[in-house]
T-cell receptor, first 112, second 111 residues
Framework: DVKVTQSSRYLVKRTGEKVFLECVQDMDHENMFWYRQDPGLGLRLIYFSYDVKMKEKGDIPEGYSVSREKKERFSLILESASTNQTSMYLC???????????FGEGSRLTVL | RKEVEQDPGPFNVPEGATVAFNCTYSNSASQSFFWYRQDCRKEPKLLMS???SGNEDGRFTAQLNRASQYISLLIRDSKLSDSATYLC????????????FGRGTSLIVHP
């Protein structure tokens, strides 16, 4: 059974803290994505990666960075968390040939 | 203009009803189309891919109209468990495969 695992389901952080969100997939997928989802705004792409050590900015990369040192792991980093980064963060992976996305369960981040 | 547009709803229908959602896309080079289902506070999950010839999976039928640049989802004999948000996803081909999501259509099926 395919699996995308996000390390933390719920996090509460303070403004200015550094936050790491980890995502691991066991399907040997080349593509990995980080989205955030907010009410009324839908899913918005933050960053994506097509291969190890490769990353591309999505629609809303400001305030975020990513790391992909291994094929199965894609990390999202908030260097200095702010209250407007309170959101649901969703990681996904896909094969380049089909485009079908497999999502993790999401990480709900609250920044106080 | 947003690349992928959906009516947010909510669509409020009784059990047993037939309901249809449309989703329009702006990029004529779009090649892959999907409908995802998202339950409250859960991650999206693939409901069905949408093929040029249309496809059916039980009570669900998906259609693609390239000329008018929209896809549709028809749900027959609605069940209470169909209550969810339905997300339209459009992907460009040519190696990029960056999925673009609509904001979703909310469906509420009531007894």
């Amino acid at each position: 059974d395919v699996k995308v695992t996000q390390s933390s389901r719920y996090l509460v952080k303070r403004t200015g803290e550094k936050v790491f969100l980890e995502c691991v997939q066991d399907m040997d997928h080349e593509n990995m994505f980080w989205y955030r989802q907010d009410p009324g705004l839908g899913l918005r792409l933050i960053y994506f990666s097509y291969d190890v050590k490769m990353k591309e900015k999505g629609d809303i990369p400001e305030g975020y960075s990513v790391s992909r040192e291994k094929k199965e792991r894609f990390s999202l980093i908030l260097e200095s968390a702010s209250t407007n980064q309170t959101s649901m963060y969703l990681c996904a992976s896909s094969l380049p040939t089909t485009g079908e996305l497999f999502f993790g369960e999401g990480s709900r981040l609250t920044v106080l | 203009r947003k690349e992928v547009e959906q009516d947010p709803g909510p669509f409020n229908v009784p059990e047993g009803a037939t309901v249809a959602f449309n989703c329009t896309y702006s990029n004529s080079a779009s090649q892959s189309f999907f409908w995802y289902r998202q339950d409250c506070r859960k991650e999206p999950k693939l409901l069905m891919s949408v093929y040029s010839s249309g496809n059916e999976d039980g009570r669900f039928t998906a259609q693609l109209n390239r000329a008018s640049q929209y896809i549709s989802l028809l749900i027959r004999d609605s069940k209470l468990s169909d209550s969810a948000t339905y997300l339209c996803v459009v992907t460009l081909s040519g190696g990029s495969y960056i999925p673009t999501f609509g904001r979703g259509t909310s469906l509420i099926v009531h007894p």
